[in-house]
């Protein structure tokens, strides 16, 4: 079974930056694809950014590519998203979510089997 704990959401203004943190307990990181995910009051969840270190890959939505980075750090177990430059738009609940599939990239969030509890990212213009 994997646990994981997302932390550093918060209310900021447009063109701040902020750095979420997945701490990740059970397994380790590089037996799991990872990921970040997003959901909008009143929209689905959507895919934000994506990595796998068994297949060297990393995805990222149109809509946050050069501003958001994904990464993580094997030996502490963690995952995170540097977001910069955040817009008003990037409102919403961020979740982590780790995926049995590790060499493959999967960019919808019915491929995940395992979730965080989200953590609120608020911006504010």
């Known amino acids: 079974q994997v646990h994981l704990v997302e932390s550093g959401g918060g209310s900021v203004q447009a063109g701040d930056s902020l750095r979420l943190s997945c701490a990740v307990s059970?397994?380790?990181?590089?037996?799991?694809?990872m990921g970040w995910f997003r959901q909008a009051p009143g929209k689905e969840r959507e895919s934000v950014a994506l990595?796998?270190?068994?297949?060297?890959?990393?995805y990222y939505a149109d809509f946050v590519k050069g501003r958001f980075t994904i990464s993580g750090d094997n030996a502490k177990n963690m995952v995170y998203l540097q977001m910069n430059s955040l817009k008003p738009e990037d409102t919403g609940v961020y979740y982590c979510?780790?995926?049995?599939?590790?060499?493959?990239?999967?960019?919808?969030?019915?491929?995940?089997?395992?979730w965080g509890q989200g953590t609120q990212v608020t911006v504010s213009s």
């Open positions: 979510a780790a995926a049995r599939n590790k060499y493959t990239i999967v960019a919808v969030a019915v491929g995940y089997d395992y």
């Open positions: 059970g397994r380790t990181i590089s037996d799991y694809g």
């Open positions: 990595i796998t270190w068994s297949g060297g890959s990393t």
